[in-house]
T-cell receptor, first 113, second 114 residues
């Protein structure tokens, strides 16, 4: 399971609280991505970053924020503005030399109590 | 933007039979189509992918076909085994576009009955 890690595996938060999910990779990949997965549904893109200090909104960015201060790290903050934050969050990374697969982390399951 | 539809949402097959999952996409600029397998509670993992300049690709019991004209692609699993039980996702991407973003289908839950 090395290469790309996420922590914690399970996270509980109260309504109205911000929470930050960690994503770290040692694959020397330039591009990193955050997805949200709801039960019985596909993966939806929240944010992505192609290079350090740059990131772009995905399809469902509202209520989320990210930073990319280091190549190996791409943390996601779920803010209190996210109306329905309970979900499984997956981070992925990809090399940028030609076509290459996205490697996924093990995911963080966030539950809002 | 790209939209990917995937069918069926669930698929139950007898061990040894074949399974077929179909996806359609909307953006004719998409040129890369990966398939991911996700076992319960685990991360998605790439099992096969195909580029738009190829019509078919095989890897042991798994094959993918692509029809660019009709904008659809399919995953074929032959001689299914219980360990093939998982959720399978198709995706589409335009490799030349900024971000090389993947758009995923809704997933197919495959159950292989022994």
């Amino acid at each position: 399971d090395g290469g790309i890690t996420q922590s914690p595996k399970y996270l509980f938060r109260k309504e109205g609280q911000n929470v930050t999910l960690s994503c770290e990779q040692n694959l020397n990949h330039d591009a990193m991505y955050w997805y949200r997965q709801d039960p019985g549904q596909g993966l939806r893109l929240i944010y992505y970053s192609q290079i350090v200090n740059d990131f772009q909104k995905g399809d469902i960015a509202e209520g989320y924020s990210v930073s990319r201060e280091k190549k190996e790290s791409f943390p996601l903050t779920v803010t209190s503005a996210q109306k329905n934050p309970t979900a499984f969050y997956l981070c992925a990374s990809r090399g940028t030399s030609g076509i290459s697969e996205q490697f996924f982390g093990p995911g963080t399951r966030l539950t809002v109590l | 933007g790209e939209n990917v539809e995937q069918h069926p949402s669930t698929l139950s097959v007898q061990e040894g039979d074949s399974a077929v999952i179909k996806c359609t996409y909307s953006d004719s600029a998409s040129n890369y189509f990966p398939w991911y397998k996700q076992e319960l509670g685990k991360r998605p993992q790439l099992i096969i992918d195909i580029r738009s300049n190829v019509g078919e690709k095989k890897d042991q019991r798994i094959a993918v076909t692509l029809n660019k004209t009709a904008k659809h692609f399919s995953l074929h699993i032959t001689e299914t085994q219980p360990e093939d039980s998982a959720v399978y996702f198709c995706a589409a991407s335009n490799i030349g576009a900024a971000g090389n973003k993947l758009t995923f289908g809704g997933g197919t839950r495959v159950l292989v009955k022994p």
